[in-house]
């Protein structure tokens, strides 16, 4: 009875607490597959130290006190209990390999009885947040083995589902939702559940049954957030073969005018469009797509995918340059931590470059007809000096006008009007002048605020601006605009050969550009040869003449055309029968140690490379996987290998790095980067990482995971407040740490004081410690918002550390070595 009412009762209700605020707390992103079970984050777990420390104090007190273990069985019913509400709290501080010692202890102690099988469950659902999907597997089959008590019946088929989720099998995932469903009794578990199948259902294009199962969560009335998604759902649920969905679209528009749905306006118009698509109204799903985007104010993820899908549409046309626009647009708002971020941005970036050469291509065409046509030149050009010049009298007409009237407001002008060509972005040759002048006048900027300055990091203010540009026009009244005269448009056509030629030029680097990135970046054959095939008929004795050629001859090869491939192929062998092209089609092995073909696989390493400098690992993964298909057989794929194993070491698990280690050294055992991926792994076994970039000058600090550490406070002399900071810093450590005993000492180096707390027992604890005490906004929140410097140090380095004062050194090899997110 004490077993039950004292501890273990109080212990149940502080952790019924947690769960529910932390379930309250919880906001689902419904564009995502939402998750079937919610457990805290990082931060949260952080700031549920305290209580979850409470419990696993109170039910260890209840064990030690009134166990009752007599020749290997336990006889007070309560225990078991006990020891599983202890587990609990250590998996909700993310603290899993402790809980999971605390579930293998109940699995084998309570094996007969049902806390066994819940324990089961709970390793299950430990090793699926660990991402160790085999052991989660295992004791998932083992429970279906055994059998499962109906008590456990729902939580564990949902667990099963969500297993499958994670491994990107819905089809199973949907089997074991749908059994969870038949057994859940609790409504707020029916309402995720039934959404969840629902997304699992709609990503099938399984129309029906996701409507069906959007429409029972509807009927459970959850929280609006939910209610409102699962009727946006719905609507993105239509099947167009079950015929018209008036009601749905009278639902979605009476949506729209409803107050409370002010800041769902973007979610409700996607909807609407996605409804358009389907049934084959692409004008009005564009003109809803757009609507949304406009009226997305605070959910930028829906703004981005509005955008996205207006920019997947363009592709697919193709229509590039709209395309692009829409890319651009995506990427402003676009979350970083999206997870076709990576394929998002470099198809950006693939448009940018295409569309800048498809404007250079026009902008010179443009040129070339005002240099081989003078009548056309006469008028373009007269029709422009017209154009300055009454845009220089309506300038005079509104100064003079607001001389008189100074207070009222003389911007009549809209934007919107037009000249009678049309507007200035679709007349090229007129874009083409513009194009032309601001580069000849500033050249090539990055569209970014203050852009004319060379130097933007002194900027003088507005009305400094103002004044010097209003002195400038008061000292120089007289001075004639140069765009009223033909001399000014004059300069920038090609009527000289020197001109001419370099015009040409450019459209040769152009086309042959826009050949490459057709082919490589988009598949886009057509376009591709259209391109190549433009260039050699303009251009028949330019340098990409034979290079063309080859082009062309290897899109017959993917496209399967004889005849095309017949006439490229005569064409280089009959005309460059010496070329390394030639050698290439009539021995294709040849291609691996052509020079042509190393250039460009050292040029798309340098890339990579840089890539690895910057940091951006998840990039060089997958630019390195794409090496693989784009260079078949290259020269540096040892390189290539290795620089993707050495991004795997910072982006997943140790043990996935030694495997991506060894594999490399299996892959190329004679390769130079064989002994560099060995050295590694070495050290990995002696437990030791080295700063590769230490140079001789520097102190030679060593990492070792298995060293204790200190964390280290480094605070600056003129913050007087270190004191206080001590005793919060050893409040904070009583109700966090409070097990661990950690002590806070200070001591002076040079203008400053550090603040330390000792002793981590190893790098996992140090790093435990240094993200709570960071994300703290309670006991440590004076001290966390003036941001000073945090280290974690061993004893042996604080040694060396300490003795050079050497601040600056310590923080960078810190910050190499310590993974702080």
Known sequence: MVSRYNGYFNAKEIFKATKKQIEEGHKDDFSELIPLFIY??????????????????????????????????????????????????????????????????????????????????????????????????????????????????????????????KKHNNDEAIKRLTKALETTKKKKDKQRFNYVLAQLWLKKKEYNKASDLFSEVIKLKPAYDMMFNAQISRALSFNPEVGDQKDIKKMLTKMLKDGKNKEFLDQIHYALADIAFKEKDESLGIHHLQQSAALSVTNNKQKALSYL???????????????????????????????????????????????????????????????????????????????????????????????????????????NQTEKGGWYFYNNTTLGFGFTDFTSNWGSRKLEDNWRRSNRETIASFDDDLEGELDTNSNDSTKVNEKTTPEYYLKFIPL??????????????????????????????????????????????????LPSWYNLYRISLLIDDDVMKAKYRDLILNNYPESEYARIIEDPSYNKVTRENR????????????????????????????????????????????????????????????????????????????????????????????????SITEIPYTHVFSSKFNFIAIIPTK???????????????????????????????????????????????????????????TDLNDLNTMKHQYLLISPDNFIMFYKNKDLKGYQKFFEKNFEIK
């Open 496 to 545: 000289t050969q020197e001109k001419m030629d370099v015009s040409h030029n450019n459209i040769i680097e152009a086309l042959y550009a826009l050949g490459n990135i057709y082919r490589e970046d988009f598949q886009d054959y057509n376009n591709a040869t259209i391109s190549f095939e433009d260039l050699v008929t303009k251009y028949d004795t330019c340098r990409y003449k």
């Open 40 to 165: 805290p984050n990082e931060e949260q777990a952080k700031g549920l130290y305290p209580d979850m420390d409470k419990i696993v104090e109170k039910t260890s007190t209840v064990i030690d006190r009134h166990s009752i273990f007599i020749n290997k069985k336990e006889y007070n019913k309560w225990i078991d209990d006990n020891y599983m509400l202890m587990g609990k709290a250590r998996f909700y501080k993310q603290e899993y390999y402790v809980g999971e010692e605390v579930f293998e202890y109940v699995a084998k102690a309570f094996k007969s009885e049902e806390a066994g099988t819940g324990a089961l469950v709970w390793l299950a659902r430990t090793h699926l947040e660990l991402e160790n999907f085999n052991k989660a597997e295992s004791y998932l089959k083992l429970i279906d083995e055994r059998g499962i008590p109906n008590q456990y019946n729902s939580d564990f088929n949902a667990l099963y589902a969500d297993y499958f989720i």
């Open 719 to 777: 913050d007087k407040q270190t004191n206080k900071y001590k005793v919060d810093i050893a409040k904070f450590n009583s109700l966090s740490f409070n097990e661990k005993g950690y002590k806070v000492s200070n001591i002076m180096l040079g203008k400053n004081q550090l603040i330390i707390v000792k002793a981590m027992k190893d790098y996992d604890a140090a790093i435990d410690y240094y993200k709570a005490f960071k994300l703290n906004t």
């Open 599 to 694: 250039k460009r696989v050292d040029n798309y390493y340098s890339i990579v490379y840089s890539m690895f400098t910057d940091k951006r690992y998840k990039k060089v993964l997958i630019r390195c996987e794409k090496a693989k298909s784009i260079f078949a057989d290259n020269h540096l794929q040892d390189h290539f290998d290795m620089l993707a194993a050495l991004s795997v070491g910072h982006t997943l698990p140790k043990d996935t790095f030694i495997t991506a280690l060894k594999e490399v050294i299996a892959k190329h055992t004679d390769s130079e980067v064989a002994p560099e991926a060995q050295r590694i792994l070495d050290l990995i076994k002696k437990g030791v990482t080295e700063n590769p970039e230490t």
């Open 309 to 415: 899908r207006l920019g997947e549409l363009f592709y697919d046309k193709p229509l590039y340059v709209e395309s692009k626009a829409y890319y651009d647009s995506c990427l402003t708002v676009l979350p970083e931590d999206y997870d076709r971020f990576e394929s998002i941005y470099d198809r950006s970036q693939a448009l940018t470059r295409l569309v800048d050469n498809i404007f250079i291509v026009q902008h010179e065409d443009s040129m070339q007809r005002l240099a081989n046509d003078e009548v056309y030149r006469n008028e373009i050009i007269d029709g422009l000096v017209k154009a300055a010049v009454e845009e220089e009298e309506r300038k005079l007409a509104e100064l003079e006008n607001n001389q008189f009237n100074p207070f009222e407001n003389g911007n009549t002008n809209n934007g």
